[in-house]
T-cell receptor
Framework: DQQVKQNSPSLSVQEGRISILNCDYT??????FLWYKKYPAEGPTFLIS?????DKNEDGRFTVFLNKSAKHLSLHIVPSQPGDSAVYFC???????????????FGGGTRLMVKP | DVKVTQSSRYLVKRTGEKVFLECVQD?????MFWYRQDPGLGLRLIYF???????EKGDIPEGYSVSREKKERFSLILESASTNQTSMYLC?????????????FGPGTRLTVT
């Protein structure tokens, strides 16, 4: 059973509008969350993260919101640009320091298409 | 500029063949990972290593083994390839210490087993 789920396999948005990508998790041990972006023929790249001690983290056009009680997080992209078209993966892990290895559990991904 | 390289972008192998996928990172990272990416399933961890000669099983280790003889190199081995191992394989590396440290990924190897 997938512990991190992205229920929308794809999302289409007009350029300049807001894109909202959603992610749900079931494991209560998860308290650090990350978003990765993947273009075709490239490996995923880190986008933004959030610790469970916060409910919001913002970096330029990208904001991640965390609702711990609902075990839900979302990534907002405002304004969306055609270059944002990619597959977005959310990932989760227990937050540990002095840790050997950092195992991330990934969701299935959402393909975002931003139309000019 | 950080870099993770994988030995092949595309690979076609026959059922039963032994397959080696190589990954090299130049960032002096302690952690290295092997994932497979399948549609709708996201990235699933096969094995990871946090030090030379150390390895830990991930979520789907069956049918795979790994080798880490040098810090910069992490190899994934399919002892006897099967058609259900047709997939995109991604290698990644990260610093030791914090569980949320950014993982840096290679471009991937698309393996087809016929």
């Amino acid at each position: 059973d997938q512990q991190v789920k992205q229920n929308s396999p794809s999302l289409s948005v007009q350029e300049g509008r807001i894109s909202i990508l959603n992610c749900d998790y079931t494991n209560s041990m998860f308290d650090y969350f990350l978003w990765y972006k993947k273009y075709p023929a490239e490996g995923p790249t880190f986008l933004i993260s959030i610790s469970s001690i916060k409910d919001k983290n913002e970096d330029g056009r990208f904001t991640v919101f965390l609702n711990k009680s609902a075990k839900h997080l979302s990534l907002h992209i405002v304004p969306s640009q055609p270059g944002d078209s990619a597959v977005y993966f959310c990932a989760a892990t227990p937050e540990r320091h002095n840790n050997a290895g950092n195992m991330l559990t990934f969701g299935g991904g959402t393909r975002l298409m931003v139309k000019p | 500029d950080v870099k993770v390289t994988q030995s092949s972008r595309y690979l076609v192998k026959r059922t039963g063949e032994k397959v080696f996928l190589e990954c090299v990172q130049d960032m002096d990272h302690e952690n290295m990972f092997w994932y497979r990416q399948d549609p709708g399933l996201g990235l699933r961890l096969i094995y990871f290593s946090y030090d030379v000669k150390m390895k830990e099983k991930g979520d789907i280790p069956e049918g795979y083994s790994v080798s880490r003889e040098k810090k910069e190199r992490f190899s994934l081995i399919l002892e006897s390839a099967s058609t259900n191992q047709t997939s995109m394989y991604l290698c990644a590396s990260s610093l030791l210490g914090f569980s949320g440290n950014e993982q840096y990924f290679g471009p991937g190897t698309r393996l087809t087993v016929t």
